[in-house]
């Protein structure tokens, strides 16, 4: 994807099982869980670029003692300026003479992340302020053990302004008006009835006043908390987090669009946004990694038992977020990279329908460096496919007794599929360029371009692209950049359907007037005289958001709804084509069909980007204010 869209965020949970002492001896540091973090952390990275958080909890601390820690920060490269911080504070623990790391207790005791119970988290905010108080983990304070709550997330809520409002009515005063309030608040609120509870039974026992946060925080039930918690929680989440009764915990939302994986040894349990990352840092097999089921809680307690709930109904159908394993989760796990390459070789047919089979004047690549995958699988198919043909041609030469060297190299070697590394990401965009000029320039030359790749006005140019959202940077970078090799056709395949829809459940595209796709449609609806069209959507869009329980119905697909798949992605090519193009290269665009899209991520039905169908009802109130936002002229999210 060459737009730059804010998305979600990514979380990891470590839980030692052993004491400090344990990892001295095997790892030769007391630290490990701690070094493991960062590299947890560090191997998500592509899910945080404006923050970072860490939080630590210390188990059978004296009462007195503090226990629970947090850090964050918002700074470049947040995630090595946290933890540089942090060793350069052990070091003069060390100094001081304080801490040894030869004696592990003197670590847990004077260095605040040498606990057994670890949390991490990276940012990348999609509203709001972006300062440190915005970043996760949020922390929820008391003097009582079993009431303290730290939570972070992945997660939107679309529904916030309803769940905030249900906190004034039971008589609490929240400050922000975010969902990560909302989930904080609304955990917390559960969690202190419990602890209260619980209170009030320990006082007919015959248990002195110093064991009562014990004896308390054996019998809380955080599946419990989070079963009545979350029942109003509309949207997409993934949330970890550490109470303070020393019982950890991880949860996904119902439907399963956000994802969440662990592992557990006799070492550690370890939780993680994506697979990839804990089989990588803890050296784990691929089916030793595990999915946390939709609807489920895993609950690390503070004796180590794990135990796995359901919190939830469990839904009709599961609608895991598809976007996800197009774009957005590191290719490097073994389901997405093949995933990939499998959306890839479905563009083939498209695109030979588009360029021929000439492949002697043709040249494949792919733009940006995230659809590299694709277009590996694009290129296999694609050589299959020739390899068919050539085969053919052979076998009938050899029959007929016209077999030559000359034919021989005319079929394989002259008109083999050639592939090429065409594009580069130079720079990245700066912001500190201000002025629009400045900015515009810049842009057009974040990608260059490896010349002599291309015959000029004599080969066909194919770039494989992974989605295409906004058409922004491929009209205003890439194809200009592209043009420079003067190819007499420029093709781009999107491995992704027609982007139609706005986001709402973690990925910020809800703006839906900057779609390319949407923009496609609306031309298309004036260029033919629909008039009236736009303004009867609106008069139904504002109609169902004055419906206090919204209907299962997407009003906005009635603007796609005289048009082709075919007819969109031509008038999307003619709003991307930048006029330097102009009279010397054709332009076309082609994207993934929905049915090719189900068949390549079977399991992964969360396509309403694509196809408008919303697995929740705040899915379908996003939508329609999305569409009143563009209708209206009004920039902003719309959830």
Same mark, same amino acid.
């Given at each position: ?89 052990? +070091? &003069? !623990?060390?100094?001081? /003479? ?7 207790? #003197?670590?847990?005791?004077?260095? *605040?992340? @040498? ?49 905030? +409002? &249900? !906190?004034?009515?039971? /008589? ?7 969902? #990560?309030?909302?989930?904080?608040? *609304?955990? @917390? ?451």
């Amino acid at each position: 994807m060459s737009d730059d869209i804010g998305h979600f965020c990514g979380i990891a949970l470590i839980r030692l099982k052993k004491s400090l002492d344990y990892y001295a001896e095997k790892y030769r540091t007391p630290l490990w869980g701690f070094n493991q973090l960062f590299l947890l952390m560090e191997k998500q990275h592509n899910r945080g670029q404006d923050g970072a958080g860490i939080g630590s909890m210390k188990l059978n601390v004296e009462a007195g003692e503090a226990f629970m820690f947090r850090e964050r920060s918002t700074s470049s490269k947040a995630l090595a300026k946290i933890f540089d911080q942090q060793n350069k504070t052990l +070091s &003069k !623990l060390i100094n001081k /003479g304080v801490a040894f790391p030869e004696f592990p207790e #003197t670590i847990k005791k004077h260095f *605040e992340y @040498g606990g057994e119970l670890l949390l991490g988290h990276l940012r990348y905010g999609t509203s709001g302020a972006y300062g440190s108080t915005t970043c996760h983990p949020y922390f929820r304070k008391s003097n009582w053990p079993g009431k303290n709550l730290m939570i972070a997330g992945n997660f939107n809520l679309t529904n916030v302004e309803e769940l905030n +409002s &249900k !906190l004034v009515d039971r /008589g609490q005063h929240p400050v922000f008006d975010t969902d #990560t309030q909302a989930i904080l608040e *609304e955990a @917390g609120y559960h969690l202190d009835a419990m602890n209260d509870r619980l209170a009030k039974e320990v006082e007919s026992e015959d248990i002195s006043g110093q064991d009562h946060a014990k004896w308390i925080g054996d019998r809380i039930d955080l599946p419990e908390v989070f079963r009545k918690a979350s029942i109003h929680w509309d949207g997409g989440y993934a949330l970890a987090g550490i109470a303070g009764n020393g019982d950890a915990f991880a949860m996904r939302d119902p439907l399963g669009i956000r994802p969440g994986f662990y592992f557990e040894d006799d070492e550690v349990v370890a939780v993680a946004s994506e697979r990839a990352p804990l089989m990588t840092v803890f050296e784990k097999k691929m089916n030793e990694v595990s999915e946390i089921d939709p609807g489920s809680i895993l609950v690390i307690r503070s004796n180590g038992e794990v135990i796995n709930e359901r919190f939830a109904e469990d839904p009709a159908r599961r609608t895991s977020c598809s976007f996800e394993r197009i774009y957005f989760s590191r290719g490097n796990d073994p389901d997405i990279y093949a995933e990939r390459k499998t959306l890839g070789a479905l563009l083939v047919p498209q695109v030979l329908e588009v360029v021929g089979k000439d492949f002697a004047k043709s040249v494949f690549s792919y733009v940006p460096n995230t659809a590299e995958s694709a277009y590996y699988g694009f290129m296999e198919q694609l050589r299959l496919v020739r390899r068919a043909e050539v085969k053919q041609k052979l076998l009938d030469a050899n029959k007929s007794g016209e077999l030559t060297d000359d034919l021989i190299d005319e079929l394989v070697m002259d008109n083999w599929p050639k592939g090429e590394k065409i594009a580069n990401k130079d720079i990245k965009l700066r912001t500190f360029i201000s002025q629009e000029s400045g900015r515009a320039q810049l842009v057009s030359h974040v990608y260059d371009i490896t010349y002599g790749v291309v015959r000029a006005r004599e080969d066909a140019l194919v770039c494989i692209d992974d989605s295409i959202v906004r058409g922004t940077t491929l009209k205003r970078s890439i194809l200009q950049i592209l043009g420079r090799s003067k190819p007499t056709k420029l093709l781009i395949a999107s491995t992704a359907p027609q982007i139609r829809y706005p986001d709402c459940y973690g990925i910020d595209m809800s703006e839906l007037g900057k779609f390319i796709a949407f923009q496609a449609a609306v031309a298309l609806i004036k260029e033919r005289g629909y008039n009236g069209l736009l303004a009867e959507v609106a008069i139904k869009c504002r109609e169902a958001l004055k419906d206090p329980q919204p209907k299962l119905e997407n009003h906005v697909k009635r603007v796609y709804e005289n048009f082709t798949a075919s007819e969109i992605s031509a008038k999307v090519a003619e709003l991307v084509k930048p006029d330097c193009l102009n009279g010397t290269t054709e332009v076309e665009v082609v994207y993934q069909s929905i049915e090719n899209l189900h068949e390549a991520l079977p399991d992964h039905s969360g396509d309403w980007y694509f196809t408008g169908d919303y697995p929740t009802p705040g899915g379908y109130r996003v939508v329609h204010k999305a569409f009143l936002n563009f209708y209206e002229n009004k920039d902003g999210r719309s959830y």
